[in-house]
């Protein structure tokens, strides 16, 4: 991955999950040596790094907040408008925000429509299974606070398989 880069933007998004800006600008200081501008890229390993750092020395629910708090920072696409459009938008946006965008470098989002009130997203990155249910919770609950995301059981990159799949279902009520 050393060649390939994040948008600062979806970078900043560590900012927002931590309650103290000491913790979170020493940890942008130590990882990326600088501050974080937003229209630059900066390289995915060191992304990596900082959220390892969080999931070792801050925790899983740490990790899954810089998630969450992606689709707030990170570029994203524009033509979304239910739970169903953003869940399909979020590879759309990991492109967006990574250079080079090619998901044969940097993997993928995978989105597939079970039915009605049910979706799966398989994720083959580098990112941790923490962040990308959280990137995946924070996304879907800006449409529908109702939806339900789960790991899915089985294949898991924490445990050496190359992707893990989210399970996501929308409650009616």
């Excluded at 501050?35 to 992304?47: H, M, T």
């Excluded at 938008?89 to 965008?101: G, L, R, V």
């Excluded at 941790?128 to 339900?148: H, T, V, Y």
Aim: aromatic share 8%; with cysteine; charged share 30%.
């Amino acid at each position: 991955m050393s060649d390939t880069k994040a948008l600062g933007k979806s970078i900043n998004s560590i900012i927002e999950a931590f309650t103290s800006d000491k913790l979170a600008e020493d940890l942008i200081e130590e990882s990326f040596g600088s501050e974080i501008q937003p229209n630059e890229y900066y390289p995915v390993d060191a992304f990596l790094g900082a959220l390892e750092k969080i999931e070792k020395e801050y925790g899983e629910l740490v990790l899954k907040s810089v998630g969450k708090n992606v689709m707030k920072h990170a570029a994203w696409p524009s033509n979304i408008n239910d739970l169903e459009s953003v869940l399909k938008s979020i590879d759309q946006a990991y492109q967006m925000n990574h250079q080079p965008s090619d998901p044969s470098v940097i993997g993928s989002y995978k989105f597939e429509k079970i039915d009605d009130d049910s979706y799966t997203i398989t994720a083959d990155n580098p990112y941790p299974c923490q962040f990308d249910l959280g990137l995946i919770e924070g996304a879907a609950k800006s449409f529908d606070k109702a939806a339900r995301i789960d790991h899915k059981e089985g294949l898991c990159r924490k445990r050496g398989d190359n992707k893990c799949v989210y399970e996501i279902e929308t409650i009616k009520l």
